[in-house]
């Protein structure tokens, strides 16, 4: 796809166009404070920077195959062979299980994509695609945060939700955004002595973070006694790992009508040196069984949800001497939801030439992923997404 033919997907010649990336128009969906059926966000970041020519596979492109002959993915109807997806790119064998949601229009991939930093550190670049503000290490409010804000600020326990052992830099900011580890944290089966114990351990804590953090998590944990979660079960087809964990209890967020509007989750053990098609078969499997039996789970509340899985940059796209990659720069980011028109593989695909590469070795990048993020959020939430990443416009 060309860039004229991406610019047709927004549904306009330019970035101001009314239609989002994926082109749905904006305004499908308007948030009413407090119904707890509006539209969601859902964040799911690989941490580690998976392997996007895999997941996306050029297979058209002679040089993929001529700079990894041990690590490609094969062509459609070959042994291990790719998912044709248009003729040009496969889906990764082990995601089968999200085939059907693209064929069914319900999945998108936008190829080519990532922050223009040139970082190849995985910090650096995780905090500048959480901050939306690559090359600024001053900054340390989350874009999520700002689109909570955007929305009208928190309004309730549940609104903005980190599924995380700790508080993601991406949910960092004024508003107030629960982050547990995971849902049975907050002692759903608790009675009132474990809930005074929890009262007592921060009846006391001065107006820190910390402090915050626990009143919110009593908060919450209230709010659980009182049985607006206790009595909405996930689906029982999830894997074992962490996807496995924490999308089933975001699926019972949305489906308790609690509030949730943002969500976050992420996964790690994507920084394939060595050893990567063994390693990519195993975790790619797991991300595409549980966002598919995420999606599943949800049911009718799959149309207001929309899903944007991203990793903080690509890998070389020439193999190295183990069996891996190494860290790279461009990437493909997925849009999966009810309302997304998909079954396309978006993005202006820059190709595998030498003289194409980024530094002679890397994807390039073609669509910043801000872009994708602010016009997939604008389409669905239908505001607030001028509001994401400060000076930056949408479009390029």
């Given at each position: 796809?060309?860039?004229?033919?991406?610019?047709?997907c927004c549904?306009?010649?330019?970035?101001?166009?009314?239609?989002?990336?994926?082109?749905?128009?904006?305004g499908?969906?308007?948030?009413?404070?407090?119904?707890?059926?509006?539209?969601?966000v859902?964040?799911?970041?690989?941490?580690?920077?998976?392997?996007?020519?895999?997941?996306?596979?050029?297979?058209?492109?002679?040089?993929?195959?001529?700079?990894?002959?041990?690590?490609?993915?094969?062509?459609?109807?070959?042994?291990?062979?790719?998912?044709?997806?248009d003729g040009?790119?496969?889906?990764h064998?082990?995601?089968?299980?999200?085939?059907?949601?693209y064929?069914?229009?319900?999945?998108?991939f936008?190829?080519?994509?990532?922050?223009?930093?040139?970082?190849?550190?995985?910090?650096d670049?995780?905090?500048y695609?959480?901050t939306?503000?690559?090359?600024?290490?001053?900054?340390?409010?989350?874009?999520?945060?700002?689109?909570?804000a955007?929305?009208?600020?928190?309004?309730?326990?549940?609104?903005?939700?980190?599924?995380?052992?700790?508080?993601?830099?991406?949910?960092?900011?004024?508003?107030?955004m629960?982050?547990?580890?995971?849902?049975?944290?907050?002692?759903?089966?608790?009675?009132?002595?474990?809930?005074r114990?929890?009262?007592?351990m921060?009846?006391?804590?001065?107006?820190t973070?910390?402090?915050?953090?626990?009143?919110?998590?009593?908060?919450?944990?209230?709010?659980?006694?009182?049985?607006?979660?206790?009595?909405?079960k996930?689906?029982?087809?999830?894997?074992?790992?962490r996807l496995?964990?924490?999308l089933?209890?975001?699926?019972?967020?949305?489906?308790?009508?609690?509030?949730?509007?943002?969500?976050?989750?992420?996964?790690?053990?994507?920084?394939?040196?060595?050893?990567?098609s063994?390693?990519?078969?195993?975790?790619?499997?797991?991300?595409?069984?549980?966002?598919?039996?995420?999606?599943?789970?949800?049911?009718?509340?799959?149309?207001?949800?929309?899903?944007?899985?991203?990793?903080?940059?690509?890998?070389?796209?020439?193999?190295?001497?183990?069996g891996?990659?190494?860290?790279?720069?461009g990437?493909?980011?997925?849009?999966?939801?009810?309302?997304?028109r998909g079954g396309?593989?978006l993005?202006?695909?820059?190709g595998?030439?030498?003289?194409?590469?980024?530094?002679?070795r890397?994807?390039?990048?073609?669509?910043d992923?801000?872009?994708?993020a602010?016009?997939?959020?604008?389409?669905?939430m239908?505001?607030?997404?001028?509001?994401?990443?400060?000076?930056?416009?949408s479009?390029?």
């Amino acid at each position: 796809m060309n860039r004229r033919e991406f610019l047709a997907c927004c549904g306009a010649a330019g970035a101001a166009s009314a239609a989002g990336m994926l082109g749905w128009p904006r305004g499908t969906w308007a948030w009413a404070a407090g119904d707890g059926e509006g539209p969601a966000v859902v964040v799911v970041f690989l941490r580690g920077a998976v392997d996007g020519l895999s997941v996306v596979v050029p297979y058209a492109e002679r040089r993929y195959y001529d700079l990894r002959p041990t690590v490609a993915v094969a062509q459609p109807g070959k042994p291990g062979g790719a998912i044709d997806l248009d003729g040009r790119f496969g889906l990764h064998p082990a995601l089968e299980p999200l085939a059907r949601w693209y064929r069914d229009g319900r999945l998108a991939f936008v190829h080519a994509t990532g922050s223009p930093d040139p970082t190849r550190s995985h910090f650096d670049a995780q905090d500048y695609m959480e901050t939306g503000v690559p090359g600024d290490k001053s900054v340390r409010e989350g874009w999520l945060n700002r689109g909570l804000a955007a929305l009208g600020g928190s309004q309730g326990t549940f609104d903005g939700v980190a599924l995380s052992p700790v508080q993601p830099v991406i949910t960092g900011g004024s508003q107030a955004m629960l982050c547990v580890p995971e849902l049975r944290a907050l002692r759903l089966d608790a009675g009132k002595q474990a809930s005074r114990s929890f009262e007592e351990m921060y009846a006391g804590a001065v107006r820190t973070v910390l402090g915050e953090a626990g009143r919110e998590a009593f908060t919450a944990l209230s709010e659980v006694q009182r049985g607006r979660l206790a009595a909405v079960k996930p689906a029982e087809n999830y894997p074992k790992g962490r996807l496995g964990t924490s999308l089933p209890d975001i699926s019972r967020l949305l489906k308790a009508g609690v509030g949730t509007r943002l969500a976050f989750t992420d996964a790690g053990g994507w920084d394939t040196h060595g050893r990567q098609s063994a390693t990519l078969e195993t975790r790619l499997r797991e991300l595409g069984t549980a966002l598919s039996a995420f999606a599943a789970d949800l049911g009718p509340h799959f149309d207001r949800t929309l899903v944007l899985v991203m990793s903080e940059f690509g890998r070389t796209v020439a193999e190295n001497g183990t069996g891996g990659t190494d860290h790279g720069h461009g990437n493909a980011m997925w849009v999966l939801g009810g309302k997304v028109r998909g079954g396309r593989v978006l993005g202006d695909w820059p190709g595998l030439d030498e003289s194409a590469l980024y530094e002679g070795r890397d994807l390039a990048i073609t669509t910043d992923f801000r872009t994708v993020a602010a016009e997939a959020w604008g389409g669905h939430m239908g505001s607030g997404h001028d509001k994401l990443f400060p000076g930056f416009k949408s479009g390029k």
